[in-house]
């Protein structure tokens, strides 16, 4: 997302704004500026060459070892973000990003993300991919050649990501390194717990439940210290919620609230079994 982010915003800030936006950066691109739709596509491509270039090693990886260094990766990157001044601004704002997403495109970009991500879970890959996740053992036997095929679905996770964070680059249109490390990270998790990591429907239903609940407790944590509930300030109320959540579901849930089939499976079964009676 951070990759996606700050390319699409680079190439679409115009020459007077990068002056003070981006006052660093380097020649060869500062005369640049492209429509947002384009660079947007250019972003999340460059997102998934970044990807490919990086994590193929890391996907001879499992369990314990590929949570470790996936979380020594995103340091990295946030180091990155934070020093190189040239294209980032440092720990400071980015600003001047034209305004672009709206509500109907980020709706497109999120149905185009989900269909893709259902054709990937039935294609031959995906599969494969299953297949490990149950046993790796026994699926290589029958030819599944596994960092490979986690290398592919990384890269296309990649993809979407550096597409999604253009996406929203140019929705708030302005952001800083901060944005994109711990805090964005644990909501992520969050949603993909709660909603089920196995399934399509799982993520999509975890997004919008950890979102809405989010936005919520925000306006009630907002609204109460405005009202001065309490004779401090309330604070991290909504981060209090979504650990709570999480461990809740983990515990009563381990699978998610979609654990192993989607919606559209269940919808399917229902009116089967409704038509035999």
Do not use: C
């Amino acid at each position: 997302m951070w990759i996606g982010s700050y390319d699409s915003a680079i190439l679409t800030i115009t020459d007077q704004m990068k002056v003070m936006a981006l006052h660093d950066l380097y020649t060869f691109i500062d005369d640049i500026t492209l429509h947002p739709i384009y660079a947007m596509m250019i972003a999340a491509l460059f997102a998934a060459a970044i990807a490919a270039a990086v994590a193929y090693p890391l996907m001879r990886l499992s369990d314990a070892a590929a949570v470790i260094t996936s979380f020594a990766l995103l340091v990295i990157l946030h180091t990155i973000m934070l020093h190189w001044s040239e294209v980032t601004n440092g720990p400071r704002t980015i600003f001047g990003i034209p305004k672009f997403a709206g509500l109907p495109l980020a709706m497109g970009g999120a149905i185009i993300a989900i269909v893709i991500a259902l054709a990937f879970k039935e294609s031959r890959i995906g599969l494969l991919l299953r297949a490990t996740k149950s046993d790796e053992i026994a699926a290589a036997a029958i030819g599944a050649h596994i960092p490979r095929l986690r290398w592919i679905a990384f890269i296309l996770g990649a993809l979407l990501a550096g597409l999604g964070g253009a996406f929203w680059g140019h929705f708030i249109t302005s952001f800083a390194p901060k944005a994109f490390y711990l805090k964005e990270t644990f909501v992520i998790l969050g949603m993909v717990v709660i909603g089920g990591p196995s399934t399509v429907t799982g993520a999509v239903l975890g997004t919008i439940l950890v979102a809405s609940t989010f936005e919520s407790l925000r306006a009630l944590e907002n609204g109460l210290n405005r009202a001065e509930f309490m004779s401090t300030q309330i604070v991290g109320l909504t981060e209090v919620s979504l650990a709570v959540a999480m461990i809740g579901v983990l515990i009563l849930r381990p699978g998610g609230i979609f654990a192993t089939r989607e919606i559209g499976t269940i919808i399917s079964r229902y009116f089967k079994a409704k038509k035999i009676k």
